[in-house]
């Protein structure tokens, strides 16, 4: 596999991986989306552990208004996160 096969691949394990804790294993709840944005996303998120900007985050990523994300929710997070650190990188050089 290519290196972006691979990160796709990852990206669908990890959603999977906390989906799969709760309920409908093809969604995450807020506290299955808590779970991930801590540990998977905590460094670049300081504020990974405040309910407030969970909630925020959490009303944001559900566009269709399911209370649930689903994958295509959680990728555009994922897209977003990554311009902001490549725009980030891009002004250090």
């Known amino acids: 596999m290519s290196d972006i ?3 796709m691949a990852l990206l669908i394990t990890t959603f999977t991986k ?3 804790k709760e309920g409908d294993k093809h ?3 807020k506290e299955e989306l808590k779970e991930l944005l801590q540990n998977e996303f905590g ?4 504020k990974a552990n405040d309910q407030e900007a969970i909630d925020r985050i959490f ?8 209370n649930s994300v689903d994958f295509s929710e959680f990728v555009n997070l994922v897209s ?7 725009e980030h990188f891009l002004g250090k050089e």
């Open 43 to 46: 460094d670049l998120l300081c």
């Open 27 to 29: 969604t995450l709840n």
């Open 59 to 66: 009303k944001d990523l559900d566009t269709n208004k399911s």
């Open 80 to 86: 977003c996160l990554t311009q902001m650190c490549h």
């Open 18 to 20: 906390y989906a799969s």
């Open 5 to 7: 096969q691979r990160a």
